[in-house]
């Protein structure tokens, strides 16, 4: 994989980050025990959760699970195994050694599935997709169908397929009708296009993929050199694929049925969600905590930077209708038929692809506000160079 043309501090801390299954537990699945009070303790265990990438404010409701205590009023012990780079979480999670929970992408384990991995979604953590296809305001490039002829910026390692399929969807063909880049992880192949890019320029890109807690904040966050003034959202062509209806759902939480089979283990699922779910309703509830926790966890973030990604994380989550964690029925149908129409996956994945009782029986212990109604997106302002 090529490195970074602006750092590999910067490359490495970019974010990694990317059936119609009716039924709402596995066949044969017994009721999951440790639904009592968040307090509700149950027999030790130390176990491991595979981030998608680096640490960042992307995971800081875990990590905010971990500094409030609530890991340990669930007799838990969490390790948390830093992504990044060229580790693909999807397969160190199907390992039959592997960490015993894992967050990757929908449609990157619906594609392992497939290859016969038997990981399990055991909670639907963000409501909402959050990649963007990102041009120059002047391109003209607005729609999908409009890359046709030119360079189209995807990253690697299962974060290519929203950008894959929304393309196939619009009926164009990779190396006949639009040229894929292995885009590295930041947008510096975008700011390298600024006065254009021509088809034979292997430094740029004419759309580049971009999280809106992330790349797109670091656009925003970068100085124009035309004015000497920051780049504003008005320099900027956004596609985004929750309007456009080709988004697949992202940030899940999942672990592999064989383990969830052997004794105990659904009460220790059970036990970590709940934790986790309390974690991420006080990053919810008080965000400047959760930036500190991911600057204590060693991203290499600037304050900034994080508080604009806690910011939109939080909007992924909240608010969660039908309570954190949940699965949206219509937003798993629409991720599997995006995935199968855009020949990601070849087939519907078969049931037991997900199960919802594990998060069920977690929120049944949580006492705090587990749906977030109230919540209203605060404005964070861009700071430069993200500091």
Not at 303 to 310: F, I, K, R
């Amino acid at each position: 994989m090529k490195r970074s043309r602006i750092g590999l501090a910067l490359a490495m801390t970019g974010t990694l980050v990317l059936a119609a299954c009716q039924a709402t537990e596995s066949p044969g699945a017994s009721e999951p025990a440790g639904s009592g009070s968040a307090s509700g303790g149950g027999e030790a265990a130390t176990v491991q959760l595979q981030l998608q990438w680096t640490p960042q404010a992307q995971f800081a409701g875990y990590y905010a699970a971990q500094e409030q205590g609530y890991y340990e009023d669930e007799n838990l012990t969490v390790e948390f195994l830093p992504g990044g780079g060229d580790i693909v979480p999807q397969q160190v999670g199907s390992a039959p050694d592997g960490p015993e929970f894992t967050i990757a992408w929908v449609p990157k384990v619906l594609q392992a599935r497939e290859a016969g991995s038997d990981l399990v979604q055991i909670a639907q953590m963000f409501q909402r997709a959050a990649t963007l296809a990102v041009s120059w305001g002047d391109s003209g490039i607005l729609t999908p169908d409009q890359w046709a002829g030119k360079r189209i910026g995807a990253w690697p390692f299962g974060n290519e397929l929203e950008v894959i399929a929304t393309a196939t969807m619009a009926g164009l063909t990779e190396g006949e009708d639009y040229t894929r880049v292995e885009q590295d992880f930041d947008m510096s192949e975008l700011l390298a296009a600024q006065d254009g890019c021509e088809t034979s320029d292997t430094d740029c890109v004419d759309v580049a993929e971009a999280m809106v807690y992330n790349e797109y904040a670091q656009l925003l966050e970068t100085t124009n050199p035309d004015t000497g003034e920051l780049f504003t959202p008005a320099d900027l062509n956004v596609l985004d694929y929750n309007s456009y209806g080709t988004a697949m759902l992202q940030d899940a939480l999942w672990a592999r049925e064989a383990w969830l089979a052997e004794d105990g283990n659904e009460d220790v699922a059970t036990r970590f969600l709940r934790a986790s779910f309390r974690g991420w309703i006080y990053c919810r509830d008080n965000p400047d905590d959760c930036v500190q926790y991911s600057l204590d966890q060693g991203s290499l973030w600037g304050q900034g930077h994080l508080t604009w990604m806690m910011n939109e994380i939080n909007d992924l989550i909240w608010p969660s209708p039908d309570g954190i964690g949940a699965l949206d029925q219509d937003a798993w149908d629409q991720t599997v038929e995006t995935a199968t129409a855009g020949e990601i996956l070849t087939e519907e994945p078969a049931d037991g692809a997900f199960r919802t009782d594990l998060a069920d029986a977690a929120r049944e212990g949580i006492e705090e506000d587990a749906i977030g109604t109230d919540w209203v997106k605060p404005v964070v302002e861009v700071t430069p160079g993200g500091e």
